[in-house]
């Protein structure tokens, strides 16, 4: 299993890469874009010591039809599956991340926050909350033995980082217990010395041990083998800042002025009955939810304790809104996103960029370009400094439209042991990972 991230190249295809070409007047091709898809070709070709050894879906079978979709191992029985940890260099050892304590959650935290995703260019690193984390890492039925990290014997500071949580996923007619794998992280100063694959490998033997045999994950970099690639989008709501630190650029024959008024967004929201997800929708929110997920090859099966902790607002972390139908009261819409803030690296005026992230989002009676409007238009009210989505489920539909720019970045989505006969478009996939 791998994170579900991409690289420092297209880290985590980090959104706040600086989209080149953000100005919806300029989307040809950036040159970076060029060679990044040209590199990712390349690695096709490349050899992967350790992912060749994993049951994953290997390069040499694209196109081979013969093989059957599904799991690629079998489960071994429990009493097989190792019961020691594998083995860490002598100067380190494994320590079980308890994320209610708040000196853990700090220590992850401040792990992330200085050696987690950045771009290409190493101005924007992914900055997850403490909120945000103690959410991600404590959905329904999480196990704590999923929470891994590596200290230094000598000082016992945290120097590594990986964690699943459990999930069920529908693949097709499927619907599959899988881990989530997600924040892989070596400190800056272990780098290259092949203790990813060990993390990798010890996430695996736990969730292995709570009787899971499949994960879900995604990376910047480009493993064996993605199931689909997406792309982020950005639109801009600060565009001035986001000039001024070097995410975006002033467009060609583009004023600071136009620019502004080009991104400017009405003060209130259109849709009537539009407002904030409330703990008594969560039953209408999932139903809505189930329907529409249903249509996608790859999506969750969230029942209402999920929908209860992936969707149900929480300050600073996940934003949701219905649209409740002001004559029949019926919640007819749905959207939400959460929030994941860059640090700006080595910037005078700024130091941290606010991003609000597409997640997931429902239209029945109001039309999705305008549900997407009034999620830009509270983003904005929030003082966000971005919305970016990626091009999964209808996204498409709306992002040109709602002047997203496509960002740099792209994002892999991979599946452990488990076999896809033929890569997904990215709008056949219903699933967001953090
Ligand atoms: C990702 C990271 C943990 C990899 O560690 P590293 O020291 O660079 O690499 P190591 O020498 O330990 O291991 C290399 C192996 O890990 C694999 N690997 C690297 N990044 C990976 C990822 N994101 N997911 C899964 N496997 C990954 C490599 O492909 C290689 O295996 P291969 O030979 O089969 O191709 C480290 O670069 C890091 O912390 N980066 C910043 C945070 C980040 O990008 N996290 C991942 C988000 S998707």
Redesign the pocket.
Known sequence: ????????ES??GNPDQNPNQIAPDNIEKSLDSIIREFNDSVSVG???????TQPVGQYKDLGNSSLSEGPIEVPTPLSEVKQEPYNLPSQYEWTTCDMGSEETCSEVYNLLKN????DDENMFRFNYSKEFLRWALHPPGYYKSWHIGVRAKASKKLV?FITGVPARIRVRNEVVKMAEVN??????K???????????KEVTRRVHLENAWQAA?????V?PTPITTCQYWHRSLNPKKLIDVGFSRLGARMTMSRTIKLYKLPDSTASPGFRKMELHDVPAVTRLLRDYLAQFAVAPDFDENDVEHWLLPTENVIDSYVVESPNSHDITDFCSFYTLPSSILGNQNYSTLKAAYSYYNVSTKTPLLQLMNDALIVAKQKDYDVFNALDVMHNESFLKELKFGPGDGQLHYYLYNYRLRDALKPSELGLVLL
């Open positions: 299993m791998g994170d579900s991230k991409s690289s420092p880290p985590k490349k050899k992967h010591k350790f992912w060749e050696n987690y995703v950045e590594a924040f892989l992280c070596v400190h800056k272990l780098r290259s010395k092949r203790l990813a694959p060990v993390l990798i994950y995604t990376a910047g970099v493993l």
